[in-house]
């Protein structure tokens, strides 16, 4: 596999249901980031990881919970979301959170849908 | 503080006529500059980037953007609009230090036949 890989691709869940979704990225980059993309808005960061350690939580909900075991591993916990939450989720990483390669590039993302 | 307006929610061409996406940015810093596309159901894909070089960015696809910081703007340009072209585009600012990615609202690109 190349570049960042997200799975599921699709997830289907209840408001009282928990699941995961996971990010794994193959480029030796050390940042990794969770955005939302809903219709009709901007692009949402979400959290940001570099090297491992949480750097950005944008006041995200507690619902979500990220988690980063190691600089090639993502995921986003998820436990009693509403369906608002339903959106894509997209996953990306960088070499470096700024500076010159700072540029991300992103997994396929997971479409989620709260019933 | 910095952000990024593209002036075009959608943008229309026919196939094999010139594409421009407008863009324009703020940044309290000399920025880094990027465009991304997106086709259906996929994730962000880079076309090309801005870092301080040359102002004339040449990108993927035969996409090429210029930075025009008198302007403060980063149009991206095609000559010849393929139907395969048809996607959203998002602009994207980093500005300096410690700074993540800001994205604009993304224009979306038809190509008619």
């Known amino acids: 596999e190349t570049g960042v890989t997200q799975t599921p691709r699709h997830l289907v869940m209840g408001m009282t249901n928990k699941k995961s979704l996971k990010c794994e990225q193959h480029l030796g980059h050390n940042a990794m980031y969770w955005y939302k993309q809903s219709a009709k808005k901007p692009l949402e960061l979400m959290f940001v990881?570099?090297?491992?350690?949480?750097?950005e939580n944008n006041s995200v909900p507690s619902r979500f919970s990220p988690e980063c075991p190691n600089s090639s591993h993502l995921f986003l916990h998820l436990h009693t979301l509403q369906p608002e939450d339903s959106a894509l989720y997209l996953c990306a990483s960088s070499r470096r959170t700024a500076g010159g390669g700072n540029e991300q590039f992103f997994g396929p993302g997971t479409r989620l849908t709260v019933l | 503080a910095q952000s990024v307006t593209q002036l075009d929610s959608h943008v229309s061409v026919s196939e094999g006529t010139p594409v421009l996406l407008r863009c324009n940015y703020s940044?309290?810093?000399?920025?880094?500059l990027f465009w991304y596309v997106q086709h259906p159901n996929k994730g962000l894909q880079l076309l090309l980037k801005y870092t301080s070089a040359a102002t004339l960015v040449k990108g993927i696809n035969g996409f090429e953007a210029e930075f025009k910081k008198s302007e403060t703007s980063f149009h991206l340009t095609k000559p010849s609009a393929h139907m395969s072209d048809a996607a959203e585009y998002f602009c994207?600012?980093?500005?300096?230090?410690?700074?993540?990615?800001?994205f604009g609202k993304g224009t979306m690109l038809l190509v008619s036949p």
């Open positions: 940044s309290s810093y000399s920025p880094s």
């Open positions: 994207v600012v980093s500005g300096g230090g410690y700074s993540t990615l800001t």
């Open positions: 990881y570099n090297f491992k350690e949480q750097t």
